[in-house]
């Protein structure tokens, strides 16, 4: 009897058909579409067509596979296991598999104990993300491998999630870098997430396999892997159909007629209800009452056919779109245009002025501005007036259409950006970091990933009767979400309409995190392409169970908003904008070349653009020095003076005859060095500290790593540990610490499980440490009279006896040093604080970890915070000037007690003190202690500002959000001056802040 | 100040619990019952519930928090109860893990909510709280401990019998008439000295070994991790009935051992930092006892071999000693990693280890010793699974599925050698 396998995966299905002697006699393959049981139905019957009258057993494998099986009673086999028995039989001398398929990510170790690993809830680094990522460069999947073969650099992208590089690209892209460096680092993106999701610490080496659609279609994906590994992978034939193969080779069965099972499937109606919530209209008659409510909000404001008087002109670059517009002294609208921005903004800009120029030669622009990620890059290469954080553009939209606007949700193609406003000023800004779920751009690849345009699938959406709960989540588990509802019999309505309600709560409960809906505001704006979706829009005043403003040009409120702004600011109407003429435009070029910065160790992947030969914008910097500027302003920075105190004790002195120790330069090493460097080098030992961290030594540890869920600085400590194993120390000492230094803040004073524990995973996970002692022992510095008895224990059990009274000199001096540190942290702090209070200048409290000084964990942040003319204080510095107060949460951990100590002395400053907060990714008590830290500064009427940081460098979004910020403390700072009359001369805070900006230019 | 628990409301409210252990707090119930408490365990389940957890706590707050807070917050919300009747009750560990801040979430929520009158009662290792109307007695506490012994007892014969009954449900309606008749022996302060637990100890086997059962050859799955995805069906997307259902016998650790381990804990932060000597022993007598019960367990089990009992404690300490240091102390700590090599020797190979996506404890005792465990059990089928508000089922039963697929295979090749 014939056998068939049927592989029915996350987005396509495959069918293979076998003889009695396993030959292969027909293989077909098929994106589903996700309509899975009509394609299914429809395969099997061509197959019963191609064999009529026989009988096959029939086996079935893959991810959506196990409902079909469970609902017809065939066999199922795991697709995982399956590829295995296929490659037992067509390639036995393979030692690992690599397949990556649709949403899945595998790899298989066959020999040397069998190990099989799969992606688990992260659908990162699959051909989901592959395909993401290519309609993202508006290109096929086929030509972004083209494109990778012509690459000359890579860059660093996340590897972790498609979000997350989804907002790597993205800057990138509107950076001008190179497409075919970009797509050749998307393919890196993917390796590297396979490697540090699923190898788990196991070395990949021997003999490679390359299964799965990515890896068969894309050759540049699989150099790329034989790149990272140094192997030479095959890809054999029927690469595709290795689980559908493996199932055909177990089916076993009796005969299925594969006709009735065809009608079978057909007939079939799922039992399982998936969960709804509300339809969002009953009928056309309140659809209609609905729009035309909606028509009623843009009244006053008209488009105009022809440019009257002087005009104002407003860009909005956004990370997915350009939006463009004219605007008269009236506010009237002129030539509204919006378009994907197909990653490069500038011909398109360029195209609309050269269109306008064509048709209206005498039109009178008297300023313009531009706003949005691509802010800069524009204003460089057109010479625009203005450039404004896009908050500012958007609360100067908004005001047009409803001036008591207190609340403003935008919605666009990758960010969501809610507003709070007080007193006439931008209160409180929330951004989506990290995270993209439920954005426009999200609704657009699931459109069409069912084969809509996103017009006609919204629709789709407004009258189904049970939209699909999804909740709000991230983007990759709402795909899960999606399948399984398909599965329980959703229509495409349905989901289309789940789909909307999920933005909308993800924007109202992940983002903004508001507890209750209605508290957001009374007159409420809202706006972003997305918003012109009348579907997001309903699902919106449902879930907050009121009626708001929707502008008719809400697509594009930024460019209005700039257009506005530069009206407002416009000294002279008559006047003429320093903007590009038409002939300038017509002698316009635009060239970009990549580049590496020297200038430091950060290494800084520059992107340098010409216009027109004579325009110079460089991207991609984390500090001003390629800018060359012509004189460096003095910064207060206690993050670099921190750094600078630690290199003291890095010297790494070689004395002959001492032995080596060696200290991972991460995480709580980053608080103890002093003491740690001080006890071994007063005990007599040379001591080596691991380098400072970089990208390359992340990667060199990267194998190691066993769960990819954990935050970046405990990852990036295996680099740190195989730096010193390359070094060849006599032995490593990373000790476990349950407990921190008690500094009498909180109830107790933990590490965290992840510093505290972190050395038993470098000891269970990295091999190599086999070749060095290892020393992870716990042990605890709260404990100064226990201190030198356990040490003593542990040293003698690695190392010659010696005499306690010698640890105990040894430990006197390291507390010393300690103390020494800190005080000295303090002391320079406070001398900032007295000279930013002297100098006018906004202070900042970078409030985090004492390990997110590390360059590589901040990416800079703090550089950041001083370009923009703030002075920097960290945590530790403010923390020990205040007492002991309670809090509504369980203080006991010595750092976070510091954060909330440190917030509460932001919270009894004035208003150009306030705090940032870092948070890396991961970081499962951040999701305690932010809540925490937010409501003690705004008890205080502060502005809480969180920055996640990842593996990412996306500065782009965390520049908005820190000038977001200063405009906003600006205006606070104003509203105290014109209450008590003070600061006078001084110039405004938002003059000083773009005074500090580089003007990007040479 | 939060809500006092006064001894009016001793008389008119009842305290609400989420189902944390499922045969375990219907036990507990009995005892609260036993002290003048009106004890109610929340089976609420679902997405309305998780939603509920959602809106009100964290949206990156561990999965066990928004299941088990969600519980009772949904309690509040669903009208099933008086607002103004209930109080709600945590119980902790006060360890360096973030879900010693419960008590404080839930206390939040509820002010967020407007409902901060209703009391919250915090059972914690590190330190009590003081109620006007509710006192943990040392007594109290003691009982609640043989309560959980008899849950353990009840758990591992049930796990061991059902998939080999002859007559399927006859295992579980003996857990239930059990929970019935020992709730009513603690209602006359009966079942609780150590002789009556004897007696009811070995009677409970006796009748479980009654059963009639078949023999077969099934796949047996350890099932390790995080307390409550563990034993909760609600957190763990029902994964035992699961393995049921894919032919399986499995074996979850029992909840004494739990506390054996926070006990011994005391010792070790002596041995490692010092500090107070009568936390120290305080830990030592608290193990000394609770190892009487265990012993009292194993004697109980000791003349069926049929049923495979739990290893002492103190094999679970050696046994961990040789994967991870035990000054590991937090969320499971050293615990995970011990009960997973003593399931693997007992024959239980195949592990899934069920944790909430990214917890923070979870990332060194649970995927972070998954390699060294490999290394001295090559045979082992370790398998992590994260459970999520955003996890799909499917994902987490194709996992397993595989898990299955590779056991099955192992087995087969097994009874190949010995053919």
Known sequence: MKKLGLDVGSTTLKCVVLDENNTILFTTYARHLSKILPQTAQLLREIAAKFPGETMSVSVAGSAGMGMANAFSLPFIQEVYATRLAVAQLAPQTDVVIELGGEDAKILFLTNGVEVRMNGTCAGGTGAFIDQMASLMDVTPEDLNTLASQHEKIYTIASRCGVFAKSDIQPLLNQGARREDIAASIFYAVVNQTISGLAQGREIAGNILYLGGPLTFLPQLRSSFDDVLHVHGYCPEYS??????????????????????????????????????????????????????????????????????????????????????????????????????????????????????????????????????????????????????????????????????????????????????????????????????????????????????????????????????????????????????????????????????????????????????????????????????????????????????????????????????????????????????????????????????????????????????????????????????????????????????????????????????????????????????????????????????????????????????????????????????????????????????????????????????????????????????????????????????????????????????????????????????????????????????????????????????????????????????????????????????????????????????????????????????????????????????????????????????????????????????????????????????????????????????????? | MPQDFTKEMKKTHTILCPDIFPTHMELLRGIFLMYGYRLDVLHYEGKQVIDTGLKYLHNDICYPAICSLGQQIYALQCGDYDVHKVALIMFQTGGGCRASNYIWLLRRALKNMGLDFVPVISISFSGLEHYSGFHLTPMMLLMGIRALVYGDMLLLLKNQCMPYEKTSGQAQALVQKWIQRLTDQFQHRRGLTNASMRKNLQEMVKEFHQIPKCSRSLIKVGIVGEIYVKYSSFGNNNLEKFLASQGCEYMIPGVLGFLQYCFANMDIDYRYYGGNRLIRTGGHIAEFMARKLEQAMLAALKPYPEFAAPAPFEKLKKLADTVIDRGVKMGEGWLLPGETAELIEKGYTNIICAQPFGCLPNHIVGKGVIRSLRLRYPHANIFPIDYDPGASRVNQENRIKLMLAIAREEQANHEKTRA
């Open chain 1, 240 to 1002: 595709l159909y290795y689980v559908a193969l493996g199932a055909a080779y177990a089916a076993d069965t009796q005969g299925f007629d594969l006709e009735t099972l065809a009608s079978q499937i057909l007939d079939y109606t799922p039992k399982d209800a998936y969960a709804g919530c509300a339809r969002l209209f009953s009928n056309e008659k309140e659809y209609a009452a609905f729009r035309k409510s909606h028509d009623q909000a843009s009244k006053g404001i008209r488009e105009i056919d022809a440019p009257e008087g002087s005009m104002f002109l407003g860009i909005d670059v956004g990370s997915t779109t350009v939006k463009l517009l004219l605007c008269d002294h009236e506010g009237n609208i002129f030539r509204p245009f919006y378009s994907s921005n197909h990653a490069n903004p500038v011909p398109i800009v360029r195209k609309y002025l050269e269109k306008l120029y064509q048709d209206f030669p005498d039109i009178h622009i008297a300023a313009c501005a531009v706003t949005g990620y691509g802010e800069e890059i524009i204003r460089c290469a057109f010479h625009v007036d203005f450039g404004i954080v896009e908050t500012i553009a958007h609360y100067t939209a908004a005001k047009k259409f409803r001036p008591d606007v207190d609340f403003i949700l935008d919605i666009g193609g990758q960010d969501i950006k809610c507003f709070q406003i007080k007193n006439g000023a931008i209160d409180n800004i929330f951004l989506n970091e990290a995270c993209s779920s439920g954005c426009g751009s999200f609704l657009q690849t699931f459109a069409a990933a069912l084969g809509y345009d996103i017009e006609t699938f919204s629709k789709l959406g407004l009258f189904a009767e049970k939209p699909v709960d999804l909740g709000s989540r991230c983007t990759v588990f709402m795909n899960s979400s999606v399948k399984q509802a398909q599965k329980d019999g959703a229509d495409v309505g349905s989901i289309s309409a789940g789909l909307s309600i999920s933005v909308v709560k993800n924007a109202l409960y992940k983002v903004i995190r508001c507890g209750d809906a209605a508290t957001l505001g009374k007159h409420i704006v809202v706006q972003g392409g997305t918003f012109l979706n009348d579907a997001v829009l309903r699902a919106f005043e449902q879930e907050i169970g009121r009626e708001v403003i929707r502008p008719r040009y809400a697509a594009v409120m930024g460019a209005y908003g700039a257009a506005l702004y530069a009206m407002e600011h416009c000294a002279n109407q008559e006047q003429r904008s320093s903007l590009l003429d038409a002939q300038a435009l017509r002698n316009f070029r635009h060239e970009t070349h990549a580049f590496t910065c020297s200038g430091c160790n950060n290494h800084c992947r520059l992107t340098l653009n010409t216009f027109g030969g004579k325009d110079r914008y460089i991207a991609g910097n984390r500090c001003d020095k390629p800018l060359k500027l012509p004189q460096a302003r003095e910064t207060f920075n206690l993050v670099a003076y921190k750094n600078s105190l630690l290199a003291k004790f890095k010297e790494n002195k070689k004395i002959p005859g001492r032995p080596t120790i060696g200290l991972p330069m991460g995480l709580n090493f980053y608080e103890l060095l002093p003491f740690w460097y001080t006890f071994f080098d007063t005990l007599g030992f040379n001591v080596a500290v691991s380098p400072t961290s970089s990208r390359k030594l992340y990667l060199a540890g990267q194998s190691t790593i066993p769960s990819d869920t954990v935050c970046y600085p405990a990852k990036l400590m295996h680099g740190h540990i195989q730096a010193l194993l390359d070094e060849n120390v006599d032995a490593i000492f990373y000790p476990d610490m349950s407990y921190n230094i008690d500094e009498h803040l909180g109830d107790q004073h933990f590490n965290c499980p992840v510093v505290a524990y972190y050395p038993q995973v470098i000891r269970a996970n990295m091999r190599a440490l086999k070749q060095t002692v290892f020393i992870c022992d716990f042990i605890s510095l709260h404990a100064r009279r226990h201190f030198p008895i356990r040490c003593k224990q542990i040293l003698d059990s690695y190392f010659p006896k010696r005499p306690l009274k010698e640890i105990q000199k040894a430990a006197r001096a390291a507390y010393a040093a300690y103390d020494a540190y800190l005080a000295d942290v303090r002391r320079t702090g406070a001398q900032y604080l007295t000279i930013a209070t002297q100098k006018h200048l906004p202070v900042i409290v970078l409030a985090g970890r004492p390990y997110h000084i590390d360059p590589e964990i901040n990416h800079g942040i703090d550089e950041l915070l001083c370009q923009l003319g703030a002075v920097v204080l960290s945590e530790d510095s403010v923390s020990n000037q205040v007492s002991r107060f309670p809090v509504s949460v369980r203080n006991q951990w010595t750092y976070h007690s510091r954060l909330y100590a440190a917030a509460k002395f932001v919270a009894e400053q004035g208003p150009d003190i306030n705090l940032v907060q870092l948070v890396s990714f991961g970081c499962g008590l951040d999701a305690i202690t932010s809540d925490e830290t937010r409501s003690i500064l705004e008890k205080a009427g502060k502005i809480y500002t969180q920055i996640k940081i990842d593996e990412i460098s996306n500065m782009g979004a965390i520049k908005i959000r820190l000038r977001s910020l200063f405009s906003v403390v600006e205006d606070k700072s104003k509203l105290s001056a014109s209450v008590s009359g003070t600061i006078a001369g001084q110039p405004s805070l938002e003059n000083r802040i773009s005074a500090s900006i580089p003007a990007a230019m040479l």
